[in-house]
């Protein structure tokens, strides 16, 4: 009796450590798939872009204005270029797509300013005519000089730009370098955006620049 006694504590004491080394390796094996599993999340999260789903918005909005047939805001896939904004604002005969960069990557709120052609001024006359008959020079000469002699800075060269009151070659070069980093321009007083333009500048300017 007490042989048997003694086996069956054995088979006690072996059993209790068999359930006890499973126990055990599940709860590794469970510790384990639990970490592996969290950073794998946490990748997910870090790796969402600007959209709540992490996926980068699929349109783009732009304002098309001037010479065209259906002025408005327009929705555009993400990348389109100027010439797609122009297709659906439909431009007018008296566009004047030359003075545009039909290529160029348009961005979110963007806005298309598109020009009218200029009549080109008689022969032998320059600058605008007064009431009198006489001949009043204007602040730009050619391409980016408006009808009424003021520079439009969102297609003026540097050297029209350079007839302004105070702009040399360098302000010139900001201009542009601005205008094909940034777009256009829609207001005047956008210009003190510049580097270098500050309001006394502004100042000198304001009457002789226009934007369209």
Not at 112 to 132: D, F, H, I, L, R
Not at 139 to 164: Q, R, Y
Request: no cysteine.
């Amino acid at each position: 009796m007490v042989f048997l006694f003694q086996l069956e504590r054995k088979q006690q004491l072996v059993v209790l450590m068999l359930a006890a080394v499973f126990l055990f390796g599940a709860g590794y094996k469970y510790s384990q798939w639990s970490s592996g599993r969290e950073p794998a999340h946490n990748a997910a999260v870090l790796e969402k872009g600007p959209g709540e789903d992490g996926r980068t918005p699929a349109e783009i909005k732009v304002h098309v204005d001037g010479a065209v047939e259906k002025p408005g805001v327009y929705s555009l896939p993400q990348g389109a270029r100027v010439a797609d904004a122009l297709e659906k604002a439909a431009a007018l005969p008296q566009a004047d797509l030359g003075r545009l960069n039909l290529a160029e990557p348009l961005k979110d709120g963007r806005k298309v300013p598109v020009p009218y052609k200029q009549e080109m001024p008689a022969a032998g006359v320059s600058g605008n005519s007064t009431p009198g008959g006489g001949v009043s020079g204007g602040a730009g000469k050619t391409g980016g000089a408006a009808s009424s002699g003021l520079v439009n800075i969102n297609t003026a060269g540097p050297g029209e730009l350079e007839n302004l009151p105070g702009i040399g070659p360098s302000l010139a070069g900001r201009i542009v370098d601005y205008r094909e980093k940034n777009g256009y321009f829609t207001d005047p007083e956008d210009i003190k955006k510049v580097s270098g333009i500050g309001d006394k500048k502004y100042e000198q300017l304001k009457d002789f620049i226009t934007v369209y």
